[in-house]
């Protein structure tokens, strides 16, 4: 999956591979004019301190927490977590052939 969401009033792509609550997660902050911005990624399946049950959406936001902390990053604003609606990044089909 390959997403779009805000948080903290800032913009972010998420890239996700693998099984829901094992994935592969990669964030990246989109700045102005689609520049991509500093970056951060876990590996849910090797983390020892993973929630399978987790939603996606408190690992993202923990994520991009961390991410704030380690590169001394401020948000833009306190606004919560929420999908960016309407821009689809990828699309992957089901890997049958028709």
Do not use: C
């Not at 094992?22 to 102005?32: D, N, T, Y």
Request: proline share 3%.
């Amino acid at each position: 999956m390959v997403r779009e969401f805000f948080y903290g009033g800032d913009r972010f792509r998420a890239t996700l591979h693998g099984h829901a609550g094992k994935e592969e997660v990669f964030i990246v902050q989109m700045l102005e004019d689609d520049e991509e911005g500093p970056e951060i990624s876990l590996d849910r399946f090797e983390d020892p301190a993973n929630d399978p049950a987790a939603s996606i959406e408190s690992v993202l936001t923990m994520l991009v927490d961390r991410m704030r902390r380690e590169q001394g990053l401020n948000a833009a604003s306190a606004a919560g977590f929420n999908w960016s609606e309407g821009r689809v990044l990828a699309k992957v089909h089901s890997g049958v052939q028709h």
